[in-house]
């Protein structure tokens, strides 16, 4: 392990676009506010689609979403209608009404391979703890209109991430995330990570502020799940992904992967993080700095078996909870 001074910090930006049928709902509902899309106004997927450049499944998705708070309603004829008092119905032409296309980004309306990467991968990690997955290439090209070669190359991607596999009848699913699974890759973590750690080029001046963030977290005051994953990530990458072994840091962060995965869709759920982990890896940090390798490494290693213990307690109350209902028709339990 060897402690180096840090050049200038830079910023970590990362492109975090919305899913599309969020761009979809944000366009609707901007241009509903600003009155484009006016009261009694007759909205149809098909229209809003060829607008949008978007398939129906995402634009009715997105709808149904804005039905819900309130700002469009079913009527006795097709699609949607923009509330509003006594209004009356509208059929104007959506596709030559003048909409204001500013809040969409330039890829928005044209999905390719890395737009529909992200959201399809933000399915397929919050599913595995509530059991096995089928995904279905057909429903998930129609889901967002792109051909099946597209959707071909984003499962191959997710695969090679350990997020997806192939059945032995070369059927796409998504494994479950089991209670033994879980240990196996704690385990895994704490022979990758602790060996990682031992041979650190440890950035001192961001473990210091780690450090002192750390302690001056409130006693007893919750975490939120944004902050809880920002410090962890910082910990690994200061601290595993900062070793000189570049096939022990890829084969670490693939490893945690899933892991990650199963914590978010926990918190997705409504359980709480869990401070007390935080703290323990402040401490690791500390002892780093102090120069006493094996007591972090040590530290560490029981960190690891904590944080198993308590990720395994989590999952068994997924065990008496449905899935979320916000999955897309493309991933099938079974």
Request: overall charge neutral; some cysteine; glycine content about 4%.
């Amino acid at each position: 392990m060897t402690a180096v001074k840090e050049k200038a910090p830079q910023a970590d930006e990362q492109d975090k676009r919305a899913a599309l049928f969020e761009v979809a709902a944000d366009f609707i509902r901007h241009n509903i506010a600003e009155g484009h899309l006016y009261e009694g106004l007759v909205l149809q997927e098909s229209a809003l689609s060829e607008r949008l450049e978007m398939s129906r499944a995402t634009v009715k998705r997105a709808l149904e979403m804005i039905e819900a708070e309130g700002l469009i309603r079913k009527f006795s004829g097709r699609g949607f209608l923009v509330a509003g008092p006594a209004a009356e119905v509208k059929r104007d032409d959506l596709r030559s009404l003048e909409l204001d296309t500013s809040i969409l980004d330039a890829s928005s309306g044209k999905p390719n391979w890395l737009r529909v990467y992200d959201e399809v991968a933000y399915h397929v990690t919050r599913c595995p703890v509530f059991g096995r997955y089928r995904v279905l290439e057909a429903q998930m090209a129609e889901e967002y209109g792109v051909s099946r070669t597209i959707i071909r190359d984003v499962l191959g991607r997710l695969q090679e991430r350990g997020l997806v596999q192939k059945s032995r009848t070369s059927r796409w699913i998504v494994a479950p995330l089991t209670s033994q699974r879980i240990k196996d890759k704690y385990e895994l973590r704490s022979i990758l990570e602790v060996a990682a750690l031992t041979s650190a080029k440890l950035p001192v001046d961001k473990l210091n502020a780690f450090s002192q963030e750390v302690r001056d977290l409130p006693a007893g005051a919750p975490l939120t799940p944004e902050r809880w994953f920002a410090l962890e990530r910082r910990f690994f990458e200061m601290t595993v992904l900062t070793s000189a072994n570049e096939d022990l840091t890829e084969y670490a962060a693939t490893n945690r992967v899933a892991l990650e995965a199963c914590q978010s869709a926990l918190f997705s759920l409504g359980l709480p993080p869990d401070t007390q982990s935080i703290v323990e890896l402040g401490r690791v940090v500390e002892l780093a700095l102090s120069g006493s390798l094996p007591a972090a490494t040590s530290m560490l290693t029981m960190h690891l078996e904590k944080a198993c213990h308590r990720t395994v307690a989590q999952l068994k109350i997924t065990a008496i909870l449905p899935p979320p209902t916000d999955f897309p028709p493309y991933l099938q339990l079974s």
